[in-house]
C-alpha cells in the first residue's frame, strides 16, 4: 500500500516536473525554473545559531545577540546570491557523440550568462553520471562535454539534466532542470564470435565474392527446413539419419564484394549478440579497408568503404528492429 | 537528499584551505589575551602539516598520531591550572578542538565545522569582553570567515593557466568584496532582528567568565592604595543626569565603607571575625531600609554606567533611595551589584544627597565605629586628647582637627614618603605631614575614633570630567578618593573631607591642578590621552563614542527595547508590530533584489538587433512602415524614397546593420558601426 503510494507520488512529481521543463534545444533559468533548498551547512549554521543566542540570552551579551542575528541574516541573503548564481544561466545543446553500448556517449553542452554577469561553481549533470563543475567568469560562456554511460544499443535519449549550485556560501542550494532535445545513437558493443568459423566461411569465398544467401549455385550447407524451402533441396540423407528435415542451402555469388548478412549467422543465438558480431565485422572490414555491404532482414545496405560507409552501417545495426528508423532523423553529429 | 548520486569533487582547493587558516588565525588572535598562549603552535603545527600534506612533501597524520596529540592536549589543558568547569576551561577547549581541526580537513564539510566554529569562538570573544574594539575586530573575522566560506565553495581550476600569483591577489581581493558586501547587506535584516527580537531573561545561571583582572578600588586600604590608582587613567563609570548636574564639589561617589583599622591597613570589616556575625557590611536587600534615611532636599535622577572591575561594589551619590537594574542595599548604605561586574552594567538610580543617615545607632555599629588597634600611635592619642579637652563640643573638635590641616605644613602629594610599619598615624599626623587622601581621611578617622566619636572611612571617586559632547560625566581611575564620615548626635553620618582643607583644588577641580605644582599627575603614563591637551577633543570623542556603545547596544534589554519601539513608532500592539517587522523585512529584500539586479529584465536581444529596432519604429513614426517580411535592404530603399531628406543617413545605417549581421569580421568588432548607428538614430530623431 505504502509503496503504491509512494510510486504514484512520484511519478506525479515527475509528470509535474516534465510539464514545468518541457524539452527544447535552449534552457534559460529563471524564477519559474529554479528551486531553492536550505543545505545541511545552513541546519548546522542554525545550531551554532542557536548556541549564540542561548550565550546571548544567558550572558545577557548584546553582541552574541547581534552576531546571532547576523548570520541568521546571512542565511536569507544567501538565498538570494544563490538565486542570483544560477539565474541568467542558459544551457544550450551544441551536439552529441555516437558511442558503443556499454562506452560512454559524450554531448556537447553550451552554457553562457549575461555579460554584466558573473556566475561561479555551477554544477552540471546527470544523476550518477559525469559532473562538470563549471565557472562564467570573464568569458561567460562555456562549453563543456558530459558524458553519460549507455548500456543497450539504439537511440539515446539522456534524462533531464540536473544543474545547481551552492555558491557562494553553501548555505543555500539553488536547483534546476533542463531537458534538453539531443539524442546520441548507441552502436552495439562490437563483440566478435571467435568459437564460430562462420565467418571464414566468407572470407574462403571471398575470391568469388560476397554470398547471396538462399541461392541456388553453391551448396553452401545444411540448415533446418523452414517452410518455402525448395524441395530439391531438403536433404533426405540427413532425414534418413535422424529423422528430421534439413534443407541443403546454396549461395549465388553477387560480387566480389564482402557481405555482412543478419541471417546468415545461423550458429549465433539471439538477435543482440548477432548484431554485436556484425558490429565488430564492420569495425574490422573498415580497418582492413575492405569493401562491404551490409544485409539486414529488414535493409540492405550496398557494399561501399570508407568511414561514412562504417557509420551508416552502424547506425542501421543500432537502429536494426527501431520503428523510427525508416523515417529520415535529423542526425545530430 | 538532493546531492544524492552526485558525487562531486568534495575536496577543498589549496586556495581554500589557505583561507581557512588566515580566518583561523584572525578568530584565536584576540584569545592570546585570555587564554594560554600555547594553543597558538599548535595550530600552526596542524596547519603547517596539512599544507605540506597539500603540497604533496607529507603524509596525511595517521590515526595514532592524531590521538597522542589530541591525549598531549587534553593533558596540556589539565595542566594549565584552569578551572575544569569554567568558562576559560570551555573556551580552551573549543580552541583546542578549532586548532587540531585543520589537521584533518580534507573535504567541504570539515571546513565548514571549522568556519562553524569560528563563529561560535568569536561568540564567547564577546564575553571577555564587548568594547568597540572587540566589535569592530570581530567584524573583521566574521567577513574573513564567510570569505573562507565562499573559498572552500570555489572550484581551484581557473589558477592553471594564467599567472598564478596575481590570479590567487585578485581572488582574494574578490572573495573578500563579496563577503564583505553580503555581510553588509544583511546588517539592515541584522537591525531589523535586534531591534524586534524578544529578549528573555537568562534560562539558566551561568559561570561568569573568568580570567577578569581585578581593577579599580578595592575593599581594602593601605596608605599608598588610592595613590596608586591615581595612576591609572582608565574609565571607571559614566554618569547621566536627568535633570542638572550637582556642582563638581558635591560630587562624592561612594563605593566603599572601611570600618576596621590594623594599624596599617583599612578593612570594611574584621577579617578575624566572621562578617555575618556583625551583620553590618555584606547583608544585601532589594529595598532600601527606609526608617534609616530622613530624606531630605532633592533628588537626583541619574543613569550609571559601570565598567567591567570585577568586584561588584558600585559608586553613587548618597543616599541611594532607588535603583533599577541589577543591585540591591547594604546596611551602611552603600549600592552592591548581584555578582562581580564582568562586563559593563547600567543602573539607574536616584538619591537624595541632603537626607539624614541613621540617626539612631545601634550599639553594634558605634562599637565597629570605634575600633582603634591598642596602644599603637601614642603622639596622636595624646594630640586628640588636648584638641578634645580644648573643644566645648564635638562639632568644635572636628573644626579643630580639620583646621590643624589647613593651617599646619601639611602636603597633598603623590609621592608621600614610605611610613613604617608600626605608629603609621604617628608618622604622617605628625612627623611628615606629606600625604595623599587616604592618609588625611585614615588619620582623621583615627582622631575621631580617640575621643570616642564613631566614624570610618569612606572610599570611591570624587568629581569626574564632563563630556560636553555626550553630556555625560566620564569617572576616571585617577578620580579615586578617600573621605570620612563622622556619626553625631541628631545629624547622623556626616561626610567630612580633610583633603579639602589641604588640597581644595582637588574637590572643586580635579586630581590633575591639584598636582599642578608637583607634576606627578598620571606620571608613568608619558602617553596617556588624558595628558594630551590637544587631543583633549578627540579624547571626549572617544569617551562619547563609548558611552554611547555601552549605552544603547550593549544595555538594550527588553525594557530599552519597549522604551525605543514605543518612541519610534508608538504604543506597540502584537499587529503593529507585526505589521512593521514586514514591512521593513519586505523593503530590506526589496532592497536585495535591487541591489543584485534579480528583478531586471535581462538583455539577450544583441545591440544591433535593439537599435534597428528603435529605427525602425523611429521610421514608422515619419510614416515608412516595416513589413514583417521585408528585407532590411528592402526596406531601406523604400524609406529612402519616401524620405529623400534621411537618404543617405538610412542606407548609412542598413549597411552598418547587414555588416555587423553577415559579416563576422566586422561583428568581431562591433564598436565603430555600433557608435554610426546610434548617431544616425540620433540625426533622424
Same mark, same amino acid.
Given at each position: 500500500?505504502?509503496?503504491?503510494?509512494?510510486?504514484?507520488?512520484?511519478?506525479?512529481?515527475?509528470?509535474?516536473?516534465?510539464?514545468?521543463?518541457?524539452?527544447?534545444?535552449?534552457?534559460?533559468?529563471?524564477?519559474?525554473?529554479?528551486?531553492?533548498?536550505?543545505?545541511?551547512?545552513?541546519?548546522?549554521?542554525?545550531?551554532?545559531?542557536?548556541?549564540?543566542?542561548?550565550?546571548?540570552?544567558?550572558?545577557?551579551?548584546?553582541?552574541?545577540?547581534?552576531?546571532?542575528?547576523?548570520?541568521?541574516?546571512?542565511?536569507?541573503?544567501?538565498?538570494?546570491?544563490?538565486?542570483?548564481?544560477?539565474?541568467?544561466?542558459?544551457?544550450?545543446?551544441?551536439?552529441?557523440?555516437?558511442?558503443?553500448?556499454?562506452?560512454?556517449?559524450?554531448?556537447?553542452?553550451?552554457?553562457?550568462?549575461?555579460?554584466?554577469?558573473?556566475?561561479?561553481?555551477?554544477?552540471?549533470?546527470?544523476?550518477?553520471?559525469?559532473?562538470?563543475?563549471?565557472?562564467?567568469?570573464?568569458?561567460?560562456?562555456?562549453?563543456?562535454?558530459?558524458?553519460?554511460?549507455?548500456?543497450?544499443?539504439?537511440?539515446?535519449?539522456?534524462?533531464?539534466?540536473?544543474?545547481?549550485?551552492?555558491?557562494?556560501?553553501?548555505?543555500?542550494?539553488?536547483?534546476?532542470?533542463?531537458?534538453?532535445?539531443?539524442?546520441?545513437?548507441?552502436?552495439?558493443?562490437?563483440?566478435?564470435?571467435?568459437?564460430?568459423?562462420?565467418?571464414?566461411?566468407?572470407?574462403?569465398?571471398?575470391?568469388?565474392?560476397?554470398?547471396?544467401?538462399?541461392?541456388?549455385?553453391?551448396?553452401?550447407?545444411?540448415?533446418?527446413?523452414?517452410?518455402?524451402?525448395?524441395?530439391?533441396?531438403?536433404?533426405?540423407?540427413?532425414?534418413?539419419?535422424?529423422?528430421?528435415?534439413?534443407?541443403?542451402?546454396?549461395?549465388?555469388?553477387?560480387?566480389?564484394?564482402?557481405?555482412?548478412?543478419?541471417?546468415?549467422?545461423?550458429?549465433?543465438?539471439?538477435?543482440?549478440?548477432?548484431?554485436?558480431?556484425?558490429?565488430?565485422?564492420?569495425?574490422?572490414?573498415?580497418?582492413?579497408?575492405?569493401?562491404?555491404?551490409?544485409?539486414?532482414?529488414?535493409?540492405?545496405?550496398?557494399?561501399?568503404?570508407?568511414?561514412?560507409?562504417?557509420?551508416?552501417?552502424?547506425?542501421?545495426?543500432?537502429?536494426?528492429?527501431?520503428?523510427?528508423?525508416?523515417?529520415?532523423?535529423?542526425?545530430?553529429? | 537528499?538532493?546531492?544524492?548520486?552526485?558525487?562531486?569533487?568534495?575536496?577543498? !582547493?589549496?586556495?581554500?584551505?589557505?583561507?581557512?587558516?588566515?580566518?583561523?588565525?584572525?578568530?584565536?588572535?584576540?584569545?592570546?589575551?585570555?587564554?594560554?598562549?600555547?594553543?597558538?603552535?599548535?595550530?600552526?603545527?596542524?596547519?603547517?602539516?596539512?599544507?605540506?600534506?597539500?603540497?604533496?612533501?607529507?603524509?596525511?597524520?595517521?590515526?595514532?598520531?592524531?590521538?597522542?596529540?589530541?591525549?598531549?592536549?587534553?593533558?596540556?589543558?589539565?595542566?594549565?591550572?584552569?578551572?575544569?568547569?569554567?568558562?576559560?576551561?570551555?573556551?580552551?577547549?573549543?580552541?583546542?578542538?578549532?586548532?587540531?581541526?585543520?589537521?584533518?580537513?580534507?573535504?567541504?564539510?570539515?571546513?565548514?565545522?571549522?568556519?562553524?566554529?569560528?563563529?561560535?569562538?568569536?561568540?564567547?570573544?564577546?564575553?571577555?569582553?564587548?568594547?568597540?574594539?572587540?566589535?569592530?575586530?570581530?567584524?573583521?573575522?566574521?567577513?574573513?570567515?564567510?570569505?573562507?566560506?565562499?573559498?572552500?565553495?570555489?572550484?581551484?581550476?581557473?589558477?592553471?593557466?594564467? /599567472?598564478?600569483?596575481?590570479?590567487?591577489?585578485?581572488?582574494?581581493?574578490?572573495?573578500?568584496?563579496?563577503? =564583505?558586501?553580503?555581510?553588509?547587506?544583511?546588517?539592515?535584516?541584522?537591525?531589523?532582528?535586534?531591534?524586534?527580537?524578544?529578549?528573555?531573561?537568562?534560562?539558566?545561571?551561568?559561570? #561568569?567568565?573568568?580570567?577578569?583582572?581585578?581593577?579599580?578600588?578595592?575593599?581594602?586600604?593601605?596608605?599608598?592604595?588610592?595613590?596608586?590608582?591615581?595612576?591609572?587613567?582608565?574609565?571607571?563609570?559614566?554618569?547621566?543626569?536627568?535633570?542638572?548636574?550637582?556642582?563638581?564639589?558635591?560630587?562624592?561617589?561612594?563605593?566603599?565603607?572601611?570600618?576596621?583599622?590594623?594599624?596599617?591597613?583599612?578593612?570594611?570589616?574584621?577579617?578575624?571575625?566572621?562578617?555575618?556575625?556583625?551583620?553590618?557590611?555584606?547583608?544585601?536587600?532589594?529595598?532600601?531600609?527606609?526608617?534609616?534615611?530622613?530624606?531630605?532636599?532633592?533628588?537626583?535622577?541619574?543613569?550609571?554606567?559601570?565598567?567591567?572591575?570585577?568586584?561588584?561594589?558600585?559608586?553613587?551619590?548618597?543616599?541611594?533611595?532607588?535603583?533599577?537594574?541589577?543591585?540591591?542595599? !547594604?546596611?551602611?548604605?552603600?549600592?552592591?551589584?548581584?555578582?562581580?561586574?564582568?562586563?559593563?552594567?547600567?543602573?539607574?538610580?536616584?538619591?537624595?544627597?541632603?537626607?539624614?543617615?541613621?540617626?539612631?545607632?545601634?550599639?553594634?555599629?558605634?562599637?565597629?565605629?570605634?575600633?582603634?588597634?591598642?596602644?599603637?600611635?601614642?603622639?596622636?592619642?595624646?594630640?586628640?586628647?588636648?584638641?578634645?579637652?580644648?573643644?566645648?563640643?564635638?562639632?568644635?573638635?572636628?573644626?579643630?582637627?580639620? #583646621?590643624?590641616?589647613?593651617?599646619?605644613?601639611?602636603?597633598?602629594?603623590?609621592?608621600?614618603?614610605?611610613?613604617?610599619?608600626?605608629?603609621?598615624?604617628?608618622?604622617?599626623?605628625?612627623?611628615?605631614?606629606?600625604?595623599?587622601?587616604?592618609?588625611?581621611?585614615?588619620?582623621?578617622?583615627?582622631?575621631?575614633?580617640?575621643?570616642?566619636?564613631?566614624?570610618?572611612?569612606?572610599?570611591?571617586?570624587?568629581?569626574?570630567?564632563? #563630556?560636553?559632547?555626550?553630556?555625560?560625566?566620564?569617572?576616571?581611575?585617577?578620580?579615586?578618593?578617600?573621605?570620612?564620615?563622622?556619626?553625631?548626635?541628631?545629624?547622623?553620618?556626616?561626610?567630612?573631607?580633610?583633603?579639602?582643607?589641604?588640597?581644595?583644588?582637588?574637590?572643586?577641580?580635579?586630581?590633575?591642578?591639584?598636582?599642578?605644582?608637583?607634576?606627578?599627575?598620571?606620571?608613568?603614563?608619558?602617553?596617556?590621552?588624558?595628558?594630551?591637551?590637544?587631543?583633549?577633543?578627540?579624547?571626549?570623542?572617544?569617551?562619547?563614542?563609548?558611552?554611547?556603545?555601552?549605552?544603547?547596544?550593549?544595555?538594550?534589554?527588553?525594557?530599552?527595547?519597549?522604551?525605543?519601539?514605543?518612541?519610534?513608532?508608538?504604543?506597540?500592539?502584537?499587529?503593529?508590530?507585526?505589521?512593521?517587522?514586514?514591512?521593513?523585512?519586505?523593503?530590506?529584500?526589496?532592497?536585495?533584489?535591487?541591489?543584485?539586479?534579480?528583478?531586471?529584465?535581462?538583455?539577450?536581444?544583441?545591440?544591433?538587433?535593439?537599435?534597428?529596432?528603435?529605427?525602425?519604429?523611429?521610421?514608422?513614426?515619419?510614416?515608412?512602415?516595416?513589413?514583417?517580411?521585408?528585407?532590411?535592404?528592402?526596406?531601406?530603399?523604400?524609406?529612402?524614397?519616401?524620405?529623400?531628406?534621411?537618404?543617405?543617413?538610412? /542606407?548609412?545605417?542598413?549597411? =552598418?546593420?547587414?555588416?555587423?549581421?553577415? #559579416?563576422?569580421?566586422?561583428?568581431?568588432?562591433?564598436?565603430?558601426?555600433?557608435?554610426?548607428?546610434?548617431?544616425?538614430?540620433?540625426?533622424?530623431?
Amino acid at each position: 500500500m505504502q509503496n503504491i503510494l509512494k510510486i504514484n507520488w512520484k511519478s506525479k512529481t515527475n509528470d509535474w516536473i516534465e510539464e514545468r521543463f518541457p524539452e527544447s534545444r535552449q534552457v534559460t533559468l529563471n524564477l519559474k525554473r529554479i528551486f531553492v533548498f536550505p543545505t545541511a551547512s545552513s541546519l548546522a549554521l542554525l545550531i551554532a545559531i542557536i548556541l549564540l543566542f542561548v550565550m546571548g540570552v544567558n550572558f545577557q551579551n548584546s553582541l552574541a545577540y547581534g552576531l546571532c542575528f547576523w548570520l541568521l541574516a546571512l542565511i536569507v541573503i544567501a538565498i538570494y546570491f544563490t538565486y542570483g548564481n544560477l539565474s541568467g544561466v542558459t544551457i544550450k545543446a551544441i551536439k552529441s557523440q555516437n558511442c558503443f553500448a556499454g562506452e560512454k556517449a559524450v554531448f556537447e553542452v553550451n552554457l553562457s550568462c549575461p555579460t554584466e554577469q558573473k556566475k561561479s561553481a555551477i554544477h552540471i549533470g546527470w544523476k550518477d553520471q559525469d559532473l562538470a563543475l563549471v565557472d562564467l567568469n570573464d568569458s561567460h560562456s562555456a562549453t563543456i562535454k558530459l558524458s553519460h554511460n549507455t548500456t543497450k544499443r539504439g537511440r539515446f535519449k539522456p534524462e533531464r539534466l540536473n544543474i545547481f549550485t551552492r555558491y557562494p556560501v553553501g548555505l543555500v542550494i539553488a536547483w534546476s532542470y533542463a531537458q534538453l532535445d539531443m539524442q546520441s545513437i548507441v552502436y552495439p558493443a562490437p563483440i566478435l564470435q571467435n568459437d564460430l568459423n562462420n565467418s571464414q566461411t566468407m572470407d574462403d569465398e571471398a575470391e568469388q565474392g560476397l554470398e547471396i544467401a538462399r541461392g541456388t549455385t553453391d551448396f553452401s550447407g545444411v540448415q533446418k527446413y523452414q517452410a518455402g524451402d525448395s524441395p530439391k533441396h531438403i536433404h533426405w540423407g540427413a532425414y534418413a539419419k535422424t529423422g528430421k528435415v534439413f534443407s541443403k542451402t546454396f549461395v549465388d555469388y553477387a560480387s566480389h564484394d564482402l557481405w555482412l548478412e543478419f541471417d546468415a549467422l545461423l550458429a549465433i543465438q539471439g538477435t543482440e549478440t548477432k548484431l554485436s558480431h556484425l558490429c565488430a565485422l564492420v569495425l574490422q572490414y573498415n580497418q582492413e579497408q575492405q569493401t562491404y555491404g551490409l544485409k539486414l532482414p529488414d535493409r540492405t545496405i550496398q557494399p561501399a568503404s570508407g568511414d561514412a560507409h562504417k557509420n551508416t552501417c552502424l547506425i542501421a545495426l543500432a537502429l536494426f528492429g527501431d520503428d523510427r528508423q525508416k523515417q529520415q532523423k535529423p542526425e545530430l553529429n | 537528499m538532493f546531492t544524492k548520486g552526485f558525487p562531486q569533487d568534495r575536496l577543498i !582547493t589549496y586556495s581554500g584551505m589557505l583561507w581557512l587558516l588566515a580566518a583561523q588565525v584572525v578568530v584565536m588572535l584576540p584569545f592570546l589575551f585570555y587564554l594560554p598562549i600555547w594553543l597558538f603552535p599548535i595550530l600552526f603545527f596542524s596547519a603547517g602539516w596539512r599544507i605540506r600534506v597539500m603540497l604533496g612533501k607529507a603524509e596525511q597524520p595517521g590515526i595514532m598520531i592524531k590521538i597522542i596529540m589530541g591525549i598531549l592536549g587534553l593533558a596540556a589543558l589539565k595542566f594549565s591550572g584552569i578551572p575544569i568547569v569554567s568558562l576559560e576551561m570551555t573556551a580552551s577547549f573549543l580552541m583546542l578542538g578549532f586548532a587540531y581541526k585543520s589537521l584533518e580537513v580534507i573535504d567541504r564539510r570539515d571546513g565548514m565545522v571549522v568556519v562553524l566554529t569560528g563563529f561560535i569562538l568569536i561568540g564567547v570573544l564577546f564575553l571577555y569582553s564587548q568594547s568597540i574594539v572587540i566589535a569592530l575586530y570581530s567584524f573583521i573575522s566574521v567577513v574573513v570567515l564567510t570569505g573562507a566560506m565562499i573559498a572552500i565553495q570555489q572550484s581551484g581550476k581557473q589558477h592553471s593557466n594564467q /599567472n598564478s600569483r596575481q590570479n590567487t591577489q585578485s581572488k582574494i581581493f574578490s572573495n573578500l568584496r563579496l563577503s =564583505s558586501s553580503m555581510l553588509l547587506l544583511c546588517l539592515p535584516l541584522m537591525i531589523l532582528f535586534f531591534l524586534f527580537a524578544p529578549r528573555f531573561q537568562p534560562f539558566w545561571t551561568v559561570p #561568569n567568565a573568568g580570567g577578569h583582572a581585578k581593577t579599580g578600588i578595592s575593599d581594602s586600604m593601605s596608605p599608598g592604595d588610592i595613590a596608586n590608582l591615581s595612576q591609572s587613567d582608565g574609565l571607571a563609570f559614566t554618569v547621566s543626569f536627568d535633570n542638572e548636574r550637582p556642582k563638581q564639589r558635591d560630587l562624592y561617589w561612594r563605593g566603599l565603607v572601611l570600618q576596621h583599622f590594623d594599624g596599617v591597613t583599612w578593612t570594611q570589616e574584621d577579617p578575624e571575625t566572621p562578617p555575618r556575625q556583625l551583620g553590618t557590611n555584606t547583608s544585601f536587600t532589594f529595598k532600601q531600609p527606609k526608617s534609616q534615611i530622613k530624606q531630605q532636599g532633592e533628588a537626583v535622577n541619574y543613569k550609571v554606567i559601570y565598567q567591567k572591575t570585577g568586584r561588584p561594589w558600585m559608586f553613587a551619590l548618597n543616599p541611594v533611595v532607588d535603583i533599577k537594574g541589577p543591585a540591591g542595599f !547594604t546596611s551602611d548604605f552603600r549600592v552592591m551589584a548581584k555578582t562581580d561586574i564582568i562586563e559593563p552594567v547600567l543602573v539607574k538610580l536616584t538619591s537624595y544627597p541632603d537626607s539624614l543617615k541613621e540617626l539612631n545607632l545601634d550599639e553594634t555599629t558605634r562599637l565597629v565605629n570605634l575600633q582603634l588597634p591598642e596602644s599603637e600611635n601614642p603622639k596622636s592619642r595624646l594630640l586628640a586628647e588636648q584638641l578634645f579637652s580644648a573643644s566645648a563640643s564635638k562639632e568644635e573638635y572636628i573644626q579643630r582637627v580639620m #583646621n590643624r590641616f589647613r593651617e599646619q605644613q601639611y602636603f597633598y602629594t603623590l609621592r608621600p614618603p614610605l611610613l613604617g610599619e608600626k605608629d603609621t598615624i604617628d608618622g604622617f599626623l605628625i612627623d611628615s605631614q606629606k600625604g595623599f587622601c587616604a592618609h588625611y581621611a585614615g588619620s582623621f578617622v583615627f582622631m575621631m575614633r580617640a575621643v570616642g566619636i564613631p566614624a570610618r572611612v569612606v572610599a570611591g571617586y570624587q568629581g569626574g570630567e564632563w #563630556n560636553q559632547k555626550g553630556e555625560f560625566l566620564a569617572v576616571h581611575q585617577f578620580d579615586a578618593h578617600a573621605w570620612t564620615e563622622v556619626w553625631l548626635e541628631g545629624q547622623g553620618w556626616q561626610r567630612f573631607d580633610p583633603t579639602a582643607m589641604v588640597a581644595p583644588q582637588r574637590i572643586e577641580q580635579n586630581l590633575e591642578a591639584a598636582m599642578q605644582q608637583e607634576g606627578s599627575f598620571l606620571e608613568g603614563k608619558v602617553l596617556s590621552l588624558n595628558k594630551m591637551k590637544w587631543l583633549n577633543g578627540l579624547r571626549q570623542q572617544l569617551d562619547s563614542l563609548q558611552y554611547g556603545w555601552q549605552r544603547f547596544v550593549l544595555n538594550f534589554d527588553s525594557e530599552t527595547q519597549q522604551n525605543f519601539l514605543k518612541n519610534l513608532f508608538g504604543e506597540m500592539s502584537i499587529q503593529k508590530t507585526m505589521l512593521v517587522v514586514g514591512g521593513l523585512f519586505g523593503s530590506i529584500t526589496l532592497l536585495w533584489v535591487g541591489f543584485l539586479g534579480l528583478a531586471k529584465k535581462q538583455n539577450i536581444e544583441a545591440p544591433e538587433h535593439r537599435l534597428y529596432r528603435r529605427f525602425c519604429d523611429l521610421l514608422a513614426k515619419k510614416g515608412v512602415k516595416r513589413e514583417i517580411a521585408q528585407t532590411p535592404e528592402a526596406y531601406s530603399q523604400l524609406a529612402a524614397s519616401q524620405l529623400p531628406i534621411f537618404a543617405e543617413v538610412i /542606407n548609412e545605417f542598413t549597411h =552598418s546593420y547587414s555588416t555587423l549581421c553577415y #559579416n563576422p569580421a566586422a561583428a568581431a568588432e562591433p564598436r565603430i558601426h555600433l557608435d554610426k548607428m546610434k548617431s544616425v538614430l540620433k540625426q533622424i530623431k
